[in-house]
Nanobody
């Protein structure tokens, strides 16, 4: 069974930086588009950033210029570097990836368990 394992959340002061990571456990064939979402307390989950396998990225307007999504295809990991953090960035951050487990099998969307980011002084 494949799971997406996230790490790197925590408490940071406003203006600080944090990097969250996500990688699948177990053996897979490939990961295609990988996405970071977040869910602030009491609010709906929202898309933060996406990255395709060839490295094309997209960002929510609220994080453009502050966050950077990247990936390493060798281990199918995805990262989110968060700089100039604001209190409104506080949320549970979720990793989502379209994973092909075996050649010829259609990709399936997997979710991580979430990692909490708290921006507070």
């Amino acid at each position: 069974q494949v799971q997406l394992l996230e790490s790197g959340g925590g408490l940071v002061e406003p203006g600080g930086s944090l990097r969250v990571s996500c990688a699948p456990s177990g053996s897979i064939f490939r990961a295609d588009t990988m996405v970071w979402y977040r869910q602030p307390p009491g609010k709906q989950r929202e898309l933060v950033a996406t990255i395709t396998r060839d490295g094309t990225t997209n960002y929510a307007d609220s994080v453009k210029g502050r966050f950077t999504i990247s990936r390493t295809n060798a281990n199918n990991a995805v990262y989110l570097q968060m700089n100039s953090l604001k209190s409104e960035d506080s949320a549970v951050y979720y990793c989502n990836a379209y994973i092909t487990r075996w050649p010829g099998v259609p990709p399936y969307a997997y979710w991580g368990q979430g990692t909490q980011v708290i921006v507070s002084s």
